[in-house]
C-alpha cells in the first residue's frame, strides 16, 4: 500500500525525529543551498525583478477574487475543445472520479506526471485499492515511490536522498516493477540517469492511461499547462489515449498573457533556471495528435475554506515554486518530513492548516514551525506575506482554546500592564525574585530546548532614571 501522512505526529514530535538524522539534515543543506545560490543569480540579473513580483500577486489575486467566473469560463472552454470537466468537492470525490474513469478505459497500470494534488488527495493509494498500478515518470517521484517513502519538497520530492541511497533504491527496487536498473549500477548521476530512462521508458511506450496535474489553467482558451524539466511529462501527455488532468481551482489564470509574468518566476525560482526545459500546452483534444479522451477533474479539497479566510486567502496564490522551503532555516534543518504533509516549508506551515482546518493538532501545530524571520516573505515570487498568516493562524489556534496556560499569562500579564501601580510593583518584584528562578519552568514545551533567560535586577525605567540622573 503506499504510504501517506495520514495519522503523522504533530510538527514538534515529527521535527525532533528527523533533526537527529544526521545524513538526512547534510543532504537536505547540500540541496537548497545550491538550489537558492542558482536562483539569487538568476533573480538578481532582472532589473524588472520586483516588479514581476508584483505583477504575480496582483494576477493572482484577480483570479481569486473572480474564481466562480473563471472556473465557469474553464469549464466551457474545455468542453468546447472537446474535453470533459468534473467537479470534486474533496478528496475522496476526486478519486472516486478518477478511479471511475481509469476502470472504464480497462487498464490496470497508468502513468503519472508529478503532481503535488495528486498526491494531496491519496490518488496512488485510492487507484491501488482498485487494483490500479499508478506508476510515477518524474525522477525524483519514481525515487520516491521506488523507495516506498513519501515526497518531502514541492519540486525536487526526493531532495532528502542522496546519490548513494538513490543508488541503493533502484538497485534494489526497479526489478520488481518493471525494467531492472543495470548490474554493477553506481552513484554517478549520468549512470542513475540512464537507469532511470530505461526503466521509464518502458512505461511511457505502454501505458494508454496517463494522470497529470497542472501549474496553470488559462481560463481564456481552456489551455492546461505542465511545466517540468526531464521530457516525462511530455511523454505522458502525448502518447497515452486517455489523459486525465487533476488540477486545484485555484492553478487558473484569466489569460495567455499572465504566463508571461508567472513561467518567468516559476523558472528562476525553482530550479534556477532562465526558463523551464519543456513547457507544455494542450487544449481538449485534436483529431490525429495526442490523446483521443481528455479530462479535467477540477479539485476544491479545503480550497474554498482557505479563500474565506480574509488574511490566508494569500496562500492561494502560491505557484509551487520551492524557493520559500529552500530559505527556510527550520525546513533546512528538519527536512520536509516534519511538516506531515505534501506541502511542507513555510507554504506547508500555513497552507496545510487553511486546507483542512485547525482542528487536529497536527495542523494546529504547524504555525508555529517557523521563527518568523521572514526570510521566505522575500523570496516568493507572488509576494505571499507568510509572517501575516502564520501570526493570524496562531491568534486562530489560541482563540481555539489550545494553549491555555499560555492564555492565563498573557491575560495576567496584560491586566497588569494596564494598571500603572501594579506593573510597577511586579517589575520590581521580579527583579528581586529573578535570581531565584529556576532554569527550567515545569510548562511543557518551554524550556524544554533552552534555559529561561535572567530577569534583570532593576528594570529599564529604573535604570534610565539612574543614568540619566548621574548624567544631569
Ligand atoms: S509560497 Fe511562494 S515561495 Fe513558496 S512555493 Fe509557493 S510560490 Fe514558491
Given at each position: 500500500m503506499s504510504r501517506s501522512f495520514l495519522g503523522w505526529p504533530a510538527f514538534p514530535e515529527a521535527a525532533a525525529r528527523e533533526v537527529g538524522n544526521r545524513q538526512l539534515r547534510e543532504n537536505v543543506r547540500r540541496a537548497t543551498h545550491t538550489i537558492r545560490g542558482k536562483r539569487a543569480v538568476l533573480a538578481a540579473e532582472r532589473p524588472d525583478w520586483e516588479q514581476l513580483r508584483d505583477s504575480a500577486a496582483a494576477i493572482k489575486d484577480r483570479v481569486l477574487a473572480g474564481l466562480e467566473g473563471y472556473l465557469l469560463q474553464v469549464e466551457e472552454k474545455v468542453t468546447a475543445a472537446g474535453g470533459t470537466v468534473h467537479w470534486a468537492r474533496d478528496a475522496a470525490e476526486a478519486n472516486r472520479i478518477v478511479t471511475d474513469l481509469v476502470r472504464a478505459t480497462g487498464e490496470r497500470e497508468i502513468v503519472k506526471v508529478k503532481s503535488m494534488l495528486t498526491e494531496e488527495i491519496g490518488l496512488d493509494a485510492a487507484l491501488e485499492a482498485a487494483g490500479i498500478n499508478a506508476r510515477e515518470t518524474d525522477l525524483a517521484a519514481t525515487i520516491v515511490q521506488l523507495g516506498d517513502d513519501l515526497p518531502s519538497?514541492?519540486?525536487?520530492?526526493?531532495?532528502?536522498?542522496?546519490r548513494s541511497e538513490i543508488r541503493d533504491i533502484f538497485a534494489r527496487e526497479m526489478g520488481r516493477h518493471g525494467r531492472p536498473a543495470p548490474e554493477g549500477l553506481t552513484d554517478d548521476p549520468a549512470e542513475l540517469a540512464e537507469a532511470a530512462r530505461l526503466h521509464l521508458r518502458e512505461k511511457f511506450l505502454g501505458a494508454k492511461v496517463a494522470v497529470s496535474g497542472a501549474n496553470f489553467v488559462v481560463a481564456e482558451t481552456g489551455t492546461l499547462v505542465v511545466v517540468e524539466s526531464e521530457g516525462n511529462g511530455r511523454m505522458c501527455l502525448t502518447l497515452a489515449d486517455t489523459l486525465i488532468s487533476v488540477v486545484g481551482?485555484?492553478?487558473?489564470?484569466?489569460?495567455?498573457?499572465d504566463l508571461e509574468v508567472l513561467l518567468q518566476l516559476l523558472a528562476r525560482n525553482a530550479t534556477?533556471?532562465?526558463?523551464?526545459?519543456y513547457t507544455s500546452t494542450w487544449t481538449g483534444t485534436v483529431d490525429g495528435d495526442g490523446p483521443r479522451d481528455f479530462h479535467l477533474v477540477l479539485v476544491d479539497n479545503g480550497r474554498t475554506r482557505a479563500l474565506a479566510d480574509p488574511v490566508g486567502?494569500?496562500?492561494?496564490?502560491?505557484?509551487?515554486?520551492g524557493a520559500c522551503m529552500n530559505t527556510c532555516p527550520v525546513y533546512e534543518r528538519t527536512g520536509g518530513h516534519a511538516y506531515g504533509s505534501v506541502y511542507p516549508g513555510p507554504i506547508g506551515a500555513i497552507l496545510n492548516p487553511l486546507l483542512?482546518?485547525?482542528?487536529d493538532p497536527q495542523t494546529a501545530s504547524?504555525?508555529?514551525?517557523?521563527?518568523?524571520?521572514?526570510a521566505c516573505n522575500e523570496v516568493c515570487p507572488v509576494r505571499i506575506r507568510f509572517t501575516d498568516v502564520l501570526l493570524d493562524l496562531r491568534a486562530q489556534v489560541a482563540d481555539g482554546g489550545r494553549h491555555p496556560v499560555e492564555r492565563v499569562a498573557l491575560n495576567t500579564v496584560g491586566a497588569a500592564m494596564q494598571r500603572p501601580l501594579l506593573w510597577k510593583a511586579a517589575v520590581k518584584g521580579a527583579g528581586l525574585l529573578g535570581p531565584l528562578l529556576p532554569a527550567r519552568t515545569p510548562v511543557p514545551g518551554w524550556t524544554d530546548n533552552r534555559a529561561l533567560p535572567d530577569v534583570p535586577g532593576e528594570s529599564f525605567r529604573t535604570w534610565w532614571k539612574r543614568n540619566e540622573g548621574e548624567r544631569a
Open positions: 519538497h514541492v519540486v525536487v520530492p526526493a531532495l532528502h536522498r542522496n481551482i485555484e492553478k487558473t489564470v484569466p489569460r495567455w498573457q534556477g533556471e532562465r526558463m523551464a526545459p486567502r494569500q496562500a492561494l496564490r502560491c505557484i509551487r515554486c483542512r482546518g485547525l482542528d504547524l504555525p508555529y514551525a517557523s521563527t518568523l524571520c521572514g
